[in-house]
């Protein structure tokens, strides 16, 4: 089994040669699955870019959705229209409404939207200011204490639907591949080879998501678990416990690539 990965690829920022050039070096690595973790376009764009996507690939797709996705809409009618959306085209499939995916009998791939949870860094301090505020419906009109508030529940949302699903799926598979747009630890969270600083980190890091995942690998040693995620447009990988390493893709606005290819037995 072969999955090719990728993040942050902003398809609504390519013409129509660009993104056909993406999607065929995806088919010369010869996948067998498909797996973008978030960010792949802009609510007005997003189901066309996913639509065009499965119908050049011609093999699974598997998604969530980062921020981006969202912008010029609201979170729950994003979702819901990514969801019937999915429902309707088998080789689509939306991870965050999915309890699980099997890839092999040894490895299975979950996935969970994930949001910048405001827990790490220094929020009240920070001059960071993110563009979700003016451009995704749930933020609009909210002050310092309500964007914080909205963070927390987004973070919260992500971590229990993950403690939902990974115990199951970590008894009964060797490894699972944990799918996510924002990083769930602070030493994930890169930036030219190194930790991002306390301004960013309450926006490109979900410690509410991390902590379960802290937790579940501490109570499945033998379960090798691999975090993908992206965000930050900077790649890097860190090994949090023996069993649980972060994976980190790095991103260019209008130059989408194949972050890595996994040989899954």
């Known amino acids: 089994m072969r999955m090719a990965w990728a993040t942050d690829i902003h398809l609504n920022f390519l013409e129509h040669h660009a993104r056909a050039l993406f999607f065929q070096s995806i088919i010369d690595c010869q996948p067998d699955v498909v797996c973008v973790t978030g960010d792949i376009a802009e609510t007005p764009s997003l189901i066309f870019h996913l639509h065009e996507m499965e119908h050049a690939l011609r093999r699974p797709l598997y998604v969530v959705l980062g921020n981006h996705d969202f912008y010029f809409g609201s979170i729950e009618k994003v979702r819901l229209m990514v969801q019937e ?6 080789g689509l499939t939306y991870l965050s409404d999915k309890k699980s995916v099997e890839l092999t009998p040894r490895t299975v791939l979950v996935g969970v939207d994930g949001w910048g949870d405001g827990r790490y860094g220094e929020y009240w301090e920070s001059p960071v200011r993110l563009n979700d505020q003016a451009c995704i419906e749930d933020f609009r009109g909210l002050d310092r204490e ?5 963070l927390h529940c987004l973070g919260d949302e992500a971590a229990e639907s993950l403690f939902e699903r ?14 996510t747009h924002v990083p769930p630890f602070k030493e994930a969270c890169w930036y030219e ?32 678990v691999i975090v993908l995620c992206g965000h930050t447009h900077h790649a890097g990988s860190v090994q949090i416990l023996p069993n649980l390493k972060v994976l980190t ?17």
């Not at 959306?85 to 088998?90: G, M, T, V």
């Not at 190194?194 to 979900?206: E, R």
């Not at 893709?249 to 037995?265: D, L, T, V």
Request: charged letters at 20%.
């Open 249 to 265: 893709g790095s991103a260019e606005y209008g130059q989408p690539r194949i972050e890595h290819i996994f040989q899954i037995e």
């Open 166 to 179: 990974l115990p199951s799926v970590m008894s009964s598979y060797r490894q699972v591949l944990v799918a």
């Open 85 to 90: 959306w999915c429902q309707q085209h088998a």
């Open 146 to 150: 309500g964007v914080l508030r909205k």
């Open 193 to 224: 080879g190194k930790t991002g600083n306390n301004d960013w980190l309450p926006y490109f890091t979900c410690k509410a998501v991390g902590e379960v995942l802290l937790e579940m690998a501490q109570r499945h040693a033998s379960c090798q």
